[in-house]
């Protein structure tokens, strides 16, 4: 047996799931490795996060020029003195960001140690800091093989990793009590929430449960009408925790365009309704919805344009029982499934061990 100390990796992630889940399933797949987190106090790899967690606090630049981004430059200066230290105290080999704010202090103090670094970049369209800060990275592992062209720097397709719920037989769908056999639409909003959206979703909800349709309503915490419908046909949650075994059981999902809910549509195989955020930055969710619709695995609406009737018919026609709906439906799941990557995780854990060891 080897008596020689496990490598030592610092993985910076932070904000929503689309950066946090990522980092996670590389983590799981690092387990000779020992791990230490860097994130933001009151964010949700507080609560998630089981590794050894130091936090920063860094935000990001905001609005125009002012006292505000004086503020946040001195933060980002403190903040990457502290973790300078932390890389220096902890005899850090390696550091693995999934983008954001948090990355920019992570990125900046590897470089000046002379620390490889790999950055995961999940959408499309990459973001500013990733734009910046790419060509000062090892390399930048895509989740979308498009966005290398807006990236100076090396650069290798893995796709996105998924939380391990998706990599294994979902079982069966708990708690909801849904019939066997019945078609079902699920409705989720991701972590900006979907309020606008979900207004649409309840007024197009009646045609389909004529038609014997049922839906599954996540609605986050924040929908001020989140109680406002009521049928034997509709179940309604704030969050639900076994994805993977609803996306699996759902004939359709409608959905924002994220890049982590995309992956899991992927990996479940699932058609699927695309209306991205509108307000994401430099409209990303568009960029990542786009990549779906190319390829025959979804429908896009922008949320200024999409009516009630019209979300209505398109899901009408999507789970017809007429032959040209069923093979459109199918054709869907088939080219959901070619966009999944299954190995993701370990083909990122692969590269901060090549570069690490």
Same mark, same amino acid.
């Given at each position: 047996m080897?008596?020689?100390p496990?490598?030592?990796?610092?993985i910076?992630?932070?904000?929503?799931?689309?950066?946090?889940?990522? !980092?996670?399933?590389i983590?799981e797949?690092?387990?000779?490795?020992h791990?230490?987190w860097?994130?933001?106090?009151?964010?949700?790899e507080v609560?998630?996060?089981?590794?050894p967690?130091?936090?920063?606090n860094v935000?990001?630049?905001?609005?125009?020029?002012g006292?505000?981004?004086?503020k946040?430059?001195?933060? $980002?200066?403190?903040?990457?003195?502290?973790v300078?230290?932390?890389?220096?105290?902890?005899?850090?080999?390696?550091v693995?960001?999934?983008?954001g704010?948090?990355?920019?202090?992570?990125?900046?103090?590897?470089?000046s140690l002379?620390?490889p670094?790999? /950055?995961?970049?999940?959408?499309?369209l990459?973001?500013?800091?990733?734009?910046f800060?790419?060509?000062?990275?090892s390399?930048v !592992?895509?989740?979308?093989?498009v966005?290398?062209?807006?990236?100076?720097?090396?650069?290798?397709?893995?796709?996105?990793?998924?939380?391990? @719920?998706?990599?294994?037989?979902?079982?069966?769908?708990e708690?909801?009590?849904?019939? =066997?056999?019945?078609p079902?639409?699920v409705m989720?909003?991701?972590?900006?929430?979907a309020?606008?959206l979900?207004?649409?979703v309840? @007024?197009?909800a009646?045609k389909?449960?004529? @038609?014997?349709i049922?839906?599954?309503?996540?609605?986050?915490?924040? =929908?001020?009408?989140?109680?406002?419908l009521?049928?034997?046909?509709?179940?309604?949650?704030p969050?639900y &925790?076994?994805?993977? !075994? /609803?996306f699996?059981?759902? =004939?359709l999902v409608?959905? %924002?365009?994220g890049?982590?809910?995309?992956?899991?549509?992927?990996m479940?195989?699932?058609?699927?309704?695309?209306?991205?955020?509108?307000?994401a !930055?430099e409209?990303h *969710?568009?960029h990542?919805?786009?990549?779906f619709v190319?390829?025959g695995?979804?429908?896009?609406f922008? *949320?200024?344009?999409?009516?009630p009737e019209? $979300?209505?018919?398109?899901?009408?026609?999507?789970l017809?029982?007429q032959p040209?709906?069923?093979? %459109?439906?199918?054709?869907?799941?088939?080219?959901?499934k070619? $966009?999944?990557?299954p190995? &993701?995780? *370990? *083909?990122?854990?692969?590269l901060?061990r090549?570069l690490?060891n």
């Amino acid at each position: 047996m080897s008596n020689s100390p496990q490598p030592r990796l610092l993985i910076a992630a932070s904000g929503t799931g689309g950066h946090v889940f990522p !980092a996670v399933a590389i983590a799981e797949q690092l387990t000779d490795y020992h791990i230490e987190w860097l994130g933001v106090p009151d964010r949700m790899e507080v609560k998630l996060v089981k590794y050894p967690l130091h936090t920063v606090n860094v935000a990001g630049f905001q609005g125009k020029p002012g006292l505000g981004t004086i503020k946040t430059i001195w933060r $980002l200066l403190i903040s990457i003195q502290t973790v300078r230290k932390l890389l220096k105290r902890g005899k850090f080999q390696g550091v693995f960001t999934t983008g954001g704010y948090i990355s920019a202090p992570a990125i900046i103090a590897a470089k000046s140690l002379g620390i490889p670094v790999v /950055l995961h970049e999940s959408n499309a369209l990459p973001g500013k800091v990733t734009r910046f800060f790419a060509p000062w990275c090892s390399v930048v !592992a895509l989740g979308f093989e498009v966005a290398a062209k807006s990236l100076k720097a090396k650069t290798i397709f893995t796709g996105t990793p998924v939380r391990s @719920q998706f990599l294994t037989n979902p079982g069966p769908l708990e708690g909801l009590d849904i019939p =066997d056999g019945v078609p079902l639409v699920v409705m989720v909003g991701g972590s900006q929430g979907a309020v606008a959206l979900s207004q649409i979703v309840r @007024q197009a909800a009646p045609k389909w449960f004529e @038609q014997g349709i049922w839906l599954v309503h996540q609605t986050g915490e924040s =929908d001020p009408n989140a109680n406002s419908l009521s049928h034997p046909q509709y179940r309604s949650v704030p969050f639900y &925790s076994h994805m993977a !075994a /609803l996306f699996s059981r759902a =004939d359709l999902v409608i959905s %924002r365009s994220g890049a982590g809910t995309l992956t899991e549509l992927a990996m479940t195989h699932t058609p699927s309704i695309l209306v991205p955020y509108p307000y994401a !930055a430099e409209d990303h *969710q568009a960029h990542n919805a786009k990549e779906f619709v190319n390829v025959g695995a979804a429908k896009m609406f922008r *949320q200024a344009q999409l009516l009630p009737e019209t $979300l209505e018919k398109t899901v009408l026609d999507l789970l017809g029982t007429q032959p040209d709906s069923i093979a %459109r439906k199918e054709g869907m799941r088939s080219a959901a499934k070619s $966009l999944a990557v299954p190995d &993701s995780a *370990q *083909q990122v854990a692969n590269l901060l061990r090549d570069l690490i060891n």
